[in-house]
């Protein structure tokens, strides 16, 4: 496994790659590498010759009241994790690197990007899209791997690449949780032992929807609701939204019959969780 700190050397290697017809599957991370980023990194080495994972704490996508200054980092464990997950090269740009000074381009998106997430994070999405096509464009992939934890971010994924005619496959893959259901995620360190506890309402909420919707409930309202309740028993947990979404738009649906996202964000302390259940039909 390589470990390079510049775009010259990534595309120098992959440039190498092709020349000898391998395919090339990509995993963009922001580190603090856990499970779930070893399944997407797995998938990329089964369905690819050669694995680039990058990991880039992309400041574009925090807004300036959120965690970037408090995010954890660790590039040695990071390696280890890729390693023992199949990444056959790792990208770890500075953020100089990938901003230079006079830098003044963005990709942005309208609609999907301004419900859920967007709602809170309101120059999160531009800051993914741009940092996103940045990396195709340097890393060039046959395919990339995006974890369904992040549902809308898969979603404006697809349509990015689809609106911008880029020749990249996208592959969601399935949420990896810890053995009590909380998904993995990189803030999960951010938690102590009692908002830890607490944190668990986000999975048995979605625990719920997964079980209403596969007796057959099909209004929003009744699943929003049934959520709500569990989350709110919780004293530690705020809620941020809690919402039934089409797939495809992310926009707010009230009944559904073949597919609906059920997504939600709550605060655990000071933390912002996300989790959903993605119903794709029997
Ligand atoms: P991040 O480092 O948080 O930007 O995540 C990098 C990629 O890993 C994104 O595509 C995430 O959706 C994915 N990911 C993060 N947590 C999980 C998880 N628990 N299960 C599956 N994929 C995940």
């Not at 990938?98 to 999405?125: A, K």
């Not at 947990?237 to 738009?249: E, F, G, M, P, R």
């Amino acid at each position: 496994m390589i470990v390079v700190k510049t775009i010259k050397e990534v595309r120098e290697t992959v440039k190498q790659w092709k020349k000898e017809g391998l395919t090339v599957g990509f995993v963009p991370t922001m580190g603090y590498l856990h499970e779930g980023h070893q399944s997407l990194i797995k998938a990329a080495d089964k369905g690819n010759d050669r694995v680039v994972v990058s990991i880039f704490l992309n400041p574009m996508q925090f807004g300036p009241t959120e965690d970037l200054a408090t995010y954890p980092r660790d590039l040695e464990r990071d390696k280890a994790k890729c390693l023992e997950a199949g990444a056959d090269l790792i990208f770890a740009p500075e953020p100089e690197e990938m901003y230079t000074d006079n830098f003044q381009s963005f990709v942005d998106m309208h609609l999907l990007t301004e419900e859920l997430c967007g709602l809170t994070r309101p120059v999160h999405f531009r800051g993914v899209c741009t940092v996103v096509t940045k990396l195709f464009n340097i890393v060039k992939p046959d395919r990339a791997y995006f974890g369904k934890k992040d549902a809308q971010q898969l979603a404006v994924i697809k349509r990015m690449v689809t609106d911008l005619n880029m020749d990249i496959e996208i592959i969601g893959c399935p949420i990896v949780r810890e053995d009590d259901g909380l998904a993995k995620s990189s803030r999960n360190t951010y938690l102590n032992a009692e908002e830890r506890k607490a944190a668990l309402v986000l999975s048995k909420a979605v625990r719920k929807a997964e079980e209403l919707i596969k007796s057959g409930v099909r209004e929003s309202a009744d699943i929003i609701s049934q959520m709500t309740d569990i989350v709110n028993a919780e004293p530690l947990a705020k809620i941020d939204y809690i919402k039934v979404v089409s797939l495809d738009t992310m926009q707010q649906i009230t009944k559904f019959t073949d597919s609906a996202l059920v997504a939600m964000a709550v605060y655990i302390g000071k933390t912002r969780l996300i989790d959903n259940y993605f119903y794709e039909g029997e």
